[in-house]
């Protein structure tokens, strides 16, 4: 099993940043990639960003392209999303998920472990 813990999700003024974080434990070894989704009320969750925790691999959607970058701290077990120029419609639930076989998947149904959430909501 692998438990994930996301952190850093708050109030922002449109056109600030926020950097959100995702601790793993346990079978951390058994991780090929994470990623980061995010759900809005009355809408599906999307694929927001993921990332090899092995390699540079790095996969993100394009509305947030240029603005969001992940990043990994294997030391800490830790996966990073920094966020940028955030906009009223950036407002949701952002989880962080592992996948533990091979591919950076936009698909949440591909993924095998999430976190509980952590809200972000930008205000205009």
């Known amino acids: 099993q692998v438990q994930l813990v996301e952190s850093g999700g708050g109030l922002v003024q449109a056109g600030g940043s926020l950097r959100l974080s995702c601790a793993a434990s346990?079978?951390?070894?058994?991780?090929?990639?994470m990623g980061w989704f995010r759900q809005a009320p009355g809408k599906e969750r999307e694929f927001v960003a993921a990332?090899?925790?092995?390699?540079?691999?790095?996969l993100y959607a394009s509305f947030v392209k240029g603005r969001f970058t992940i990043s990994r701290d294997n030391a800490k077990n830790t996966v990073y999303l920094q966020m940028n120029s955030l906009k009223p419609e950036d407002t949701a639930v952002y989880y962080c998920a592992a996948r533990v076989q091979i591919g950076l998947l936009l698909s949440p149904t591909m993924y095998d472990y999430w976190g509980q959430g952590t809200q972000v909501t930008v205000s205009s």
């Open positions: 346990g079978r951390t070894f058994s991780i090929y990639s």
């Open positions: 990332i090899s925790w092995t390699t540079t691999n790095t």
